[in-house]
């Protein structure tokens, strides 16, 4: 598990281990191993042996690191099967703007109002 304990990644793992226990009867060991972006524990998982003996839990990180990390120490194509998707959720984006509480703007229209009033004044 390439995310801290008690996440949603870490919970889907959790819950899976404890069904992939029950199901086959041995025992199954969520390993966290954060950081540097899941680099770390994908790093760990993608060294281990080819034996079955090792799954990566992944999540969108992972795809975002494709890009954005060119140098990492393994390529997720080259060095991972998929075996199964667990779950799926739509990534939702908040957006918050704020204002110096002097400009005289309560809601976007106001803020639009002032930045057409007074242009390149505002930032």
Same mark, same amino acid.
């Given at each position: 598990?390439?995310? %801290? =304990?008690?996440? *949603? #990644? +870490?919970? &889907?793992?959790?819950? !899976? ?5 029950? @199901? ?20 760990? %998982? =993608?060294?281990? *042996? #080819? +034996?079955? &003996?090792?799954?990566? !839990? ?5 795809? @975002? ?39 005289? @703007? ?18």
């Amino acid at each position: 598990m390439p995310f %801290a =304990a008690g996440g *949603p #990644a +870490d919970n &889907y793992a959790r819950f !899976m281990a404890q069904r992939l226990q029950d @199901a086959l009867g041995q025992s199954f060991v969520v390993d966290n191993r954060p950081g540097a972006g899941s680099v770390i524990g994908t790093n760990l %998982a =993608a060294k281990a *042996p #080819a +034996d079955g &003996y090792t799954l990566l !839990m992944m999540s969108n990180a992972h795809t @975002a690191n494709e890009t954005l990390i060119p140098n990492k120490p393994f390529q997720l194509i080259r060095d991972f099967v998929a075996v199964t998707p667990v779950n799926y959720s739509d990534l939702v984006l908040v957006l918050v703007l704020v204002a110096h509480p002097a400009l005289p @703007a309560n809601s976007l229209k106001d803020l639009l109002q002032q930045a057409r009033a007074r242009p390149g004044k505002l930032n």
